[in-house]
């Protein structure tokens, strides 16, 4: 189920990259409002909703992740990312009043006590994910970042720097929130010694210290200690429980990443979203043929009345055919010296129609939906054998629970039905004996 926190939370810090001092106020929020970031400390109090659009490319600041929309930017989110991530947060409201997400101590582990304090509140909305389908693939010269099909979330990372302390890590987790706690979550951000004065003099690292940054040099963290004798590739993980949760959902997949880092782990994101966008236009576009209706439907012979679906827009609407033949049943008694097809069958072909649309919308696996009432029906022509019945469907509220459905039949120009429909969700089950 998809999840929120109970109450309100504040955590306080400087920025790593900034070196301002910010807080931010954790509020919950509703089923499928998604993670929202509101700027207070701007006119108007604008908000920055986590989506693939919003992702910033930025080569000045490639060694964070950062959202913006409308001219409205917030840095360094993927820290707190990992941990709404790792714990499963689908909703909530970030009220931060400057530029930057606080550093704290350089990992999410402040980040989840700050959530576990608040407690955490289970929805009635099922979790949305976004299931990987085939194999994604970016990479340079140097790093590559690929995620492959798996009905869980996995992430494997080498590391591979030219340090005699950082040389071919290899770690490798099933992102569970018990293990996203213990492995993962306290792992913290690091550079190499010598690379913190390049960082600073892009401006970079303000807020940045020995103690919110593991400065890794020849002999070992400065002023520090690890953690996990492999803490830094497993930091590496964090960066991409965080940055893959810039999709604005849950994934389930299996990434192996050599030497990657944020660009290249935003790279994959963007990728993953086009793709998701094109099977998405298709899948809008494609024909139902009576097979498919038949998977989707709970309906057989003599009472599936809807032969082809040709066109759905997702959620929203579709059209489907009813093609009119003399070896219907329904003619032998309606009536036997002049078929007439029964109005009662026209308003069932559409709203067989309307079950495949909102039954393909994917914010209903494993349900059926039954009629609960027909109003502002109206019959306006009669439908015989040899005609062509097309119904067109338009959702026009889809709740939880029900579904209410505007519904046309047509035989050529001609409208020869119309009705409102409302449906229930059940789950398959009530229809097995």
């Given at each position: 189920?998809q999840?929120?926190?109970?109450?309100?939370?504040?955590?306080?810090?400087?920025?790593l990259?900034?070196?301002?001092?910010?807080?931010?106020?954790?509020?919950?929020?509703?089923?499928?409002?998604?993670?929202?970031?509101?700027?207070?400390?701007?006119?108007?109090?604008?908000?920055?909703?986590?989506?693939?659009?919003?992702?910033?490319?930025?080569?000045?600041?490639?060694?964070?992740?950062?959202?913006?929309?409308?001219?409205?930017?917030?840095?360094?989110?993927?820290?707190?990312?990992?941990?709404?991530n790792?714990?499963?947060?689908?909703?909530?409201?970030?009220e931060?009043?400057?530029?930057?997400?606080?550093?704290?101590?350089?990992?999410?582990?402040?980040?989840?006590?700050?959530?576990?304090?608040?407690?955490?509140?289970?929805?009635?909305l099922?979790?949305?994910?976004?299931?990987?389908?085939?194999?994604?693939?970016?990479?340079?010269?140097?790093?590559?970042?690929?995620?492959?099909?798996?009905?869980?979330?996995?992430?494997?990372?080498?590391?591979?720097?030219?340090?005699?302390?950082?040389?071919?890590?290899?770690?490798?987790?099933?992102?569970?929130?018990?293990?996203?706690?213990?492995?993962?979550?306290p792992?913290?951000?690091?550079?190499?010694?010598?690379?913190?004065?390049?960082?600073?003099s892009?401006?970079?690292?303000?807020?940045?210290?020995?103690?919110?940054?593991?400065?890794?040099?020849d002999?070992?963290?400065?002023?520090?200690?690890?953690?996990?004798?492999?803490?830094?590739?497993?930091?590496?993980?964090?960066?991409?429980?965080?940055?893959?949760?810039?999709?604005?959902?849950?994934?389930?997949?299996?990434?192996?990443?050599?030497?990657?880092?944020?660009?290249?782990?935003r790279?994959?994101?963007?990728?993953?979203?086009?793709?998701?966008?094109?099977?998405?236009?298709?899948?809008?576009?494609?024909v139902?043929?009576?097979?498919?209706?038949?998977?989707?439907?709970?309906?057989?012979?003599?009472?599936?009345?809807?032969?082809?679906?040709?066109?759905?827009?997702?959620?929203?609407?579709?059209?489907g055919?009813?093609?009119?033949?003399?070896?219907?049943?329904?003619?032998?008694?309606?009536?036997?010296?002049?078929?007439?097809?029964?109005?009662?069958?026209?308003?069932?072909?559409?709203?067989?129609?309307?079950?495949?649309?909102?039954?393909?919308?994917?914010?209903?696996?494993?349900?059926?939906?039954?009629?609960?009432?027909?109003?502002?029906?109206?019959f306006r022509?009669i439908?015989?054998?040899?005609?062509?019945?097309?119904?067109?469907?338009?959702?026009?509220?889809?709740?939880?629970?029900?579904?209410?459905?505007?519904?046309?039949?047509?035989?050529?120009?001609?409208?020869?039905?119309?009705?409102?429909?409302?449906?229930?969700?059940?789950?398959?089950?009530?229809?097995?004996?």
């Amino acid at each position: 189920m998809q999840k929120t926190i109970k109450t309100a939370v504040i955590v306080s810090g400087i920025g790593l990259h900034t070196g301002q001092n910010t807080s931010i106020t954790l509020r919950p929020a509703k089923a499928d409002e998604g993670i929202y970031f509101c700027r207070v400390d701007l006119p108007g109090k604008p908000s920055v909703k986590l989506e693939p659009p919003s992702i910033v490319t930025d080569p000045s600041v490639s060694r964070c992740s950062i959202i913006e929309a409308n001219g409205v930017r917030v840095m360094t989110v993927e820290h707190l990312l990992a941990a709404l991530n790792g714990l499963g947060i689908d909703n909530l409201i970030i009220e931060i009043n400057g530029p930057e997400v606080p550093g704290l101590d350089g990992s999410s582990l402040d980040f989840v006590k700050a959530i576990e304090s608040a407690g955490v509140e289970e929805l009635k909305l099922p979790r949305r994910y976004l299931e990987i389908q085939q194999p994604i693939l970016v990479s340079n010269e140097k790093a590559s970042i690929v995620i492959v099909p798996s009905k869980d979330f996995e992430v494997s990372y080498t590391l591979d720097y030219d340090h005699p302390l950082l040389r071919t890590q290899r770690v490798s987790f099933d992102i569970r929130r018990e293990t996203f706690l213990q492995d993962i979550a306290p792992a913290r951000t690091f550079c190499l010694e010598s690379e913190a004065q390049e960082i600073q003099s892009r401006g970079l690292g303000k807020g940045a210290n020995h103690q919110n940054t593991l400065v890794i040099s020849d002999k070992g963290p400065l002023d520090n200690a690890f953690r996990f004798e492999d803490e830094c590739a497993r930091h590496k993980v964090l960066d991409i429980v965080g940055d893959l949760f810039l999709l604005g959902l849950g994934i389930r997949g299996k990434v192996h990443a050599l030497r990657s880092g944020h660009s290249l782990n935003r790279a994959l994101v963007k990728k993953i979203d086009q793709l998701q966008r094109n099977t998405a236009m298709t899948k809008a576009q494609r024909v139902f043929d009576i097979y498919e209706i038949m998977n989707i439907l709970p309906h057989r012979h003599p009472f599936l009345l809807v032969d082809r679906v040709i066109e759905v827009e997702r959620g929203k609407k579709g059209i489907g055919i009813k093609n009119v033949t003399i070896n219907d049943g329904f003619f032998q008694g309606h009536f036997p010296n002049n078929p007439v097809m029964p109005g009662v069958l026209m308003v069932e072909a559409m709203a067989q129609t309307a079950g495949v649309v909102v039954l393909t919308s994917g914010e209903h696996p494993g349900n059926v939906a039954l009629f609960m009432s027909i109003d502002a029906v109206k019959f306006r022509k009669i439908v015989i054998p040899g005609d062509q019945l097309i119904m067109e469907v338009e959702i026009v509220r889809d709740r939880e629970r029900t579904a209410q459905v505007k519904g046309v039949g047509k035989v050529g120009a001609e409208v020869a039905v119309e009705a409102e429909m409302l449906f229930s969700y059940t789950d398959t089950s009530h229809l097995k004996s």
